[in-house]
């Protein structure tokens, strides 16, 4: 007598596993960034044009060396907080003001499975734009020095301390405020956190109290690790840190998700 099997419908409701669902949000965080018009201006076009435009033209005295050896290093630097900080803020803050947040609140992910995946989301897009910035300055001439393993944590903990600042932003402001101030920031962190321009060419007081800027910090870093062949970075890193810490903690104590 031969055995019939049955089949079990039976069914069973119930949520994906967690990296299943960050990662499927995270990838649509990423086709969202990508798509976008102003953040794609924002992560790679100013960044690449800004490259081109100051490395291959006499715009600014940077001493001694290729000007690519200067600028490329904070472009690396702009494309963490454009990505980071601007895109991200303008993002979350229409994404709080159309309810999106509040209907993902509604779903089996959690907090803390939105936040991870906007942050891999945020890592993949920057990963992109490394790749496409090295390669552009490259072709330019750039010749980096040093062990370029010390950018990684530099480029980690930059990005933490711009998405705390980021997220801080949007998380307490209306998304109109969020797109003017983060805009805003990033104009003034570009003229004044020496992406583009020497520190040393302004006033030694000045040039402290901007030193200690996240955007100073992090290319500072950069240039020490990539351009002057340096070792360890402690300074910037010990400043990336303490700009981690308040503005996460910060965040998180002052993120309003409706």
């Known amino acids: 007598m031969?055995?019939?099997?049955?089949l079990d419908l039976t069914p069973r409701p119930g949520a994906a596993p967690l990296h299943r669902m960050v990662l499927a949000q995270a990838g649509a965080e990423i086709r969202a960034m990508l798509r976008?018009?102003?953040?794609?201006?924002?992560?790679?076009?100013?960044?690449?044009?800004?490259?081109?435009?100051?490395?291959?033209?006499?715009?600014?005295?940077?001493?001694?060396?290729?000007?690519v050896d200067f600028v490329a290093p904070g472009i690396l630097a702009?494309?963490?907080?454009?990505?980071?900080?601007?895109g991200q803020a303008i993002a979350t803050g229409f994404e709080r003001r159309y309810g999106v947040l509040k209907r993902l609140g509604a779903?089996?992910?959690?907090?803390?499975?939105?936040l991870l995946a906007k942050t891999v989301?945020?890592?993949?897009?920057?990963?992109l734009q490394v790749v496409v910035i090295v390669a552009v300055a490259?072709?330019?001439?750039?010749s980096p020095h040093g062990d370029p393993l010390w950018a990684l944590p530099l480029l980690l903990l930059g990005?933490?301390?711009?998405?705390?600042?980021?997220?801080?932003?949007?998380?307490?402001?209306?998304?109109?405020?969020?797109?003017?101030g983060a805009n805003l920031v990033y104009l003034v962190l570009l003229g004044l956190g020496g992406v583009l321009f020497p520190l040393d060419r302004v006033p030694a007081g000045v040039q402290h109290v901007l030193g200690l800027l996240p955007i100073s910090a992090l290319t500072s870093g950069l240039r020490t690790v990539l351009s002057?062949?340096?070792?360890?970075?402690g300074g910037p890193l010990l400043v990336l840190l303490c700009w981690t810490v308040a503005a996460l903690a910060l965040a998180a104590r002052t993120f309003r998700w409706e």
Do not use: H, K, Y
């Not at 779903?107 to 939105?114: E, I, N, Q, Y």
């Not at 990005?159 to 003017?180: D, I, K, P, V």
């Open 138 to 142: 490259l072709a330019l001439g750039w």
């Open 159 to 180: 990005t933490a301390a711009f998405s705390g600042l980021g997220l801080l932003m949007a998380g307490t402001l209306r998304a109109e405020a969020t797109l003017a």
């Open 36 to 67: 976008n018009g102003e953040q794609l201006l924002l992560t790679m076009i100013i960044p690449i044009l800004l490259l081109v435009g100051f490395s291959t033209a006499p715009l600014v005295d940077v001493g001694g060396g290729a000007r």
């Open 228 to 233: 002057d062949g340096g070792g360890f970075p």
């Open 2 to 6: 031969s055995t019939i099997a049955t």
């Open 78 to 86: 702009l494309a963490v907080m454009s990505t980071a900080f601007t």
């Open 121 to 127: 989301a945020v890592v993949a897009v920057e990963a």
């Open 107 to 114: 779903t089996p992910l959690s907090r803390a499975g939105l």
